[in-house]
């Protein structure tokens, strides 16, 4: 990985920033893109006072012209992209049939808008580079249903986020097709319960792999009926397999959409 450079939306918090972490740890150049300037600034000087490389670009990635210029700020940054990680997104608002249009639009612009926007404006900048990797987040409710009991037990997210990230996966396999002839592969990320501020509700403490007394998944209880591995997944586990994907050792991998989600994906 050393002298590549990682591109990570959503590095600010969470998966994002476990990745930006990861990513900087292996010896690549990592820019992080969120909306909230502190957070953002927060992550770029830790992994700097570690001794690694990172620079922190304000970006709303639902918007398309924030989108270009802070994708040109980051191929001038280091004067290359070799990696895309679209992770920035989220799920929020009332679950159908009550959501709004507005919601429904906000989050599948989050989700979905963002990485076909992301994705189109480095394309280009991985061409040049000679190829890459796009690694997009999607979830494991592209690939689910929920029955009355459960909904009636534990909830849902809103039915737009489940819809994008089925956009997301199908913009995947498409985004693949067109990068096999430029040595680009695209794969796709299904996280299950991971423990981050976005799925706990807070920046208090979400527990760590070592310390796991911290926040609770909104969904735990329905995740412990449904997973193989016991207990909550953290930012850790999905960077772990974006950094594989990313890497040469991946080079035979594309089009495909890999569960980090303790084995809940199983039907029974
Ligand atoms: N945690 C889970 O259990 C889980 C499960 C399945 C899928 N996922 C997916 O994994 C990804 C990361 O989730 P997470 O749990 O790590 O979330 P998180 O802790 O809420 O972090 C989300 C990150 O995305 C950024 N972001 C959100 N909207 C943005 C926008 N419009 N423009 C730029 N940045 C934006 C946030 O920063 P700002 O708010 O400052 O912009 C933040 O850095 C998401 O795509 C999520 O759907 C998570």
Known sequence: MIS???????GSSGIGEGTAHKFAREGAKVILMARGQERGQAVEDAIRSDGYEA????????DEDS???AVGAAADTYGAINVLVN????GGGEVF??????????????????AFFM???????????????????SSVAAQRGISPAMYDEFGATTSAYWAAKAGVEA???QMAGIGGKHNIRVNCIRPGQI????????????????DTSGQHHYFEKWFDKIQIVPGPGYPEDVANLVFFLASDEARFITCEMINVDGGCAVKI
């Open 55 to 62: 620079t922190f670009i304000p970006c709303d990635v639902s």
């Open 119 to 137: 994705s189109r404006a480095v394309w280009p900048h991985l061409i040049e580079a000679g190829g890459g990797a796009v690694i997009n987040m």
């Open 87 to 90: 992770n920035a997104g989220g």
């Open 97 to 114: 049939p009550d959501e709004t249009t507005e919601e429904w639009d906000r989050v599948i612009r989050a989700n979905l808008y963002s």
């Open 4 to 10: 590549k450079v990682a591109l990570i939306t959503g």
């Open 195 to 210: 423990l981050t501020p976005g799925a706990t509700g807070g920046h208090g403490n979400i527990g760590t792999l070592n």
């Open 171 to 173: 913009l995947t396999r």
């Open 67 to 69: 989108v270009v210029v």
